[in-house]
């Protein structure tokens, strides 16, 4: 099993090659044209996710969401905004089913910041959006 925490900031190439060691059905479903595609690849574990979510698969819930808030505690830039943009909004944003919430709930304080900033800005850009819509030409 790979060590998050030696050597330099996480990227691309050292989270394809954790999603392998980790969860090697999961980067099996990495089709040829999402591959070497860093947000494509991180979608596929963020669909995977909402599978064991929306089938109460906790704890393999809890697996994934561990192993994103590892990534995040070293991550370099690109690998930080493949989780904030293809992982977390895929996963959580705008969703407050049940399941969901429970999931919510399972997060690091590292990821539930992370998910707030996600939030707030979205917030943001949808009152500017309304302010624009409502202004008169």
Same mark, same amino acid.
């Given at each position: 099993?790979?060590?998050?925490?030696?050597?330099?900031?996480?990227?691309?190439?050292?989270?394809?090659?954790?999603?392998?060691?980790?969860?090697? =059905?999961? %980067? !099996?479903?990495?089709? +040829?044209?999402?591959?070497?595609?860093?947000? &494509? @690849?991180?979608?596929? $574990?963020?669909?995977?996710?909402?599978?064991?979510?929306?089938?109460?698969?906790?704890?393999?819930?809890?697996?994934?969401?561990?192993?994103?808030?590892?990534?995040? =505690?070293? %991550? !370099?830039?690109?690998? +930080?905004?493949?989780?904030?943009?293809?992982? &977390? @909004?895929?996963?959580? $944003?705008?969703?407050?089913?049940?399941?969901?919430?429970?999931?919510?709930?399972?997060?690091?304080?590292?990821?539930?910041?992370?998910?707030?900033?996600?939030?707030?800005?979205?917030?943001?850009?949808?009152?500017?959006?309304?302010?624009?819509?409502?202004?008169?030409?």
């Amino acid at each position: 099993m790979g060590d998050f925490r030696t050597g330099g900031p996480k990227g691309k190439n050292d989270f394809e090659r954790l999603l392998a060691e980790r969860f090697p =059905s999961v %980067a !099996a479903q990495i089709d +040829e044209s999402e591959r070497d595609l860093l947000h &494509l @690849e991180m979608a596929v $574990l963020a669909r995977v996710t909402c599978r064991a979510i929306d089938f109460a698969e906790f704890e393999e819930v809890q697996l994934h969401l561990g192993f994103v808030d590892e990534l995040l =505690s070293n %991550a !370099a830039p690109d690998l +930080e905004n493949a989780i904030y943009v293809s992982y &977390l @909004e895929n996963v959580f $944003l705008g969703l407050e089913d049940r399941r969901y919430l429970t999931a919510r709930g399972m997060l690091s304080g590292r990821m539930q910041t992370a998910l707030a900033e996600l939030e707030d800005h979205w917030g943001k850009v949808a009152k500017w959006t309304k302010q624009r819509q409502d202004s008169p030409s």
